[in-house]
């Protein structure tokens, strides 16, 4: 297929939220300025943590529109009803390319997009995960039936795209080797991501940015902070940003420890803002893909301490210092190291030149159009 050629692609997700929001945002403003006919499909607006305003401004940018279906989190028999409205409008948008994020935008892309295609339709159907279904355990009887579903659609898709090396390796374990083409593909960040943020004039010791829920770890932080106190760091002060639906059973937690006084919690806002808040962020997640927030506050200049979980340590390598485990003692132990010695620990950061030449915006979207051009050139 000529590289010049226009293509009309369409991005498939059910949450207009998080990390996977912004890779599917990036890649979509990055295709439609080089003159590619792009739109997306998503959940209708509504549910608590949606970055309706990201999605106001995508939309303003998409040649073929931002479009609102309603799609639920568990499967079930009203997925039937939204899947004939989504097939009606994707039939009516005439994609070369659709592209499913996450398990629910995966399924309906690839399973959707072979009925289009049975309409003598050209149209090529990626995939990538974003961690979804791959966060079940193998164990799982509800793993099993999604890990099931995973291999069969295999089957329906003509190349995935995964955020990470770490994803490649989970799907192969719990899914099986892919039986179609794959490719890693990194999330990227634009240039004007790797200015420095200039701190706000008290700024808290620690920062806690993402979704009020169990698998990022706001509890294991508060937990921490606790334990920091404890250690001679009586005024110790840490901000956590965000929402989700286990908000209510966080604060509880920080007063059950009694860290009214140490913590305040603030609403979504833009990470960049997030960051002149505090002087050191800290990422407790259980499980991650290659999560955006990391990459943003290493490329605002902020000190980082991470769990060393999914992807994380592709950003640091795998030696970080920066790095923990998932644990409430071994966060609390490198946070009091942090604030113990700023510039030293600074110094064990990942360095700026790599970063910017490994997770550029310019780069995930060139690995992406690669991958569609691929194939729809097989689809011929």
């Not at 990390?19 to 549910?47: K, N, Q, S, Y």
């Not at 295609?117 to 999604?146: E, F, I, K, M």
């Not at 604060?251 to 960049?272: E, H, I, K, W």
Request: a positive charge; charged letters at 25%.
């Amino acid at each position: 297929m000529p590289n010049h050629e226009s293509l009309r692609i369409i991005h498939v997700l059910r949450a207009p939220m998080g990390g996977l929001f912004r890779h599917v945002r990036d890649l979509a403003e990055a295709h439609a300025a080089e003159g590619h006919m792009v739109g997306v499909i998503c959940d209708v607006p509504g549910t608590t943590g949606y970055n309706e305003e990201m999605a106001a401004g995508l939309a303003s940018s998409l040649p073929l529109g931002l479009h609102r279906v309603g799609m639920r989190r568990e499967i079930g028999i009203r997925d039937l009803a939204g899947a004939g409205e989504l097939l009606r409008l994707i039939k009516s948008l005439q994609p070369d390319v659709l592209h499913g994020h996450g398990a629910k935008g995966g399924v309906y892309a690839r399973a959707l997009g072979s009925l289009v295609r049975a309409g003598r339709s050209r149209v090529a159907r990626l995939y990538s995960p974003h961690g979804g279904s791959l966060h079940y355990d193998r164990a799982s009887r509800s793993g099993q039936v999604y890990f099931r579903i995973e291999r069969a659609l295999e089957r329906l898709t003509d190349h995935i795209l995964f955020v990470a090396e770490y994803e490649r390796r989970t799907y192969r374990e719990k899914v099986g080797e892919p039986r179609c083409s794959w490719t890693v593909n990194y999330n990227g960040l634009r240039d004007t991501e790797f200015e420095p943020v200039k701190p706000v004039a008290t700024p808290a010791d620690f920062l806690f940015l993402g979704e009020m829920r169990m698998l990022k770890g706001p509890d294991l932080f508060l937990q921490a902070l606790d334990k920091v106190r404890a250690r001679g760091n009586p005024g110790v002060r840490a901000i956590m940003v965000g929402a989700g639906p286990d908000t209510s059973a966080i604060r509880s937690l920080a007063d059950s420890l009694d860290l009214s006084g140490s913590v305040a919690f603030r609403p979504p806002m833009t990470a960049r803002e997030a960051f002149s808040m505090a002087r050191v962020f800290v990422m407790p997640s259980r499980a991650e893909a290659l999560p955006y927030v990391t990459l943003e506050a290493l490329a605002a200049g902020m000190p980082v301490i991470a769990t060393a979980v999914g992807g994380i340590p592709e950003i640091f390598g795998t030696d970080s210092l920066a790095l923990v485990a998932p644990d409430a003692d071994d966060l609390a132990e490198k946070m009091a190291a942090a604030i113990a010695d700023p510039a030293g620990y600074s110094a064990t950061m990942p360095d700026r030149d790599t970063l910017t030449a490994r997770f550029s915006a310019r780069a995930m979207a060139d690995t992406a159009m690669q991958a569609y051009r691929s194939a729809l050139a097989l689809r011929r």
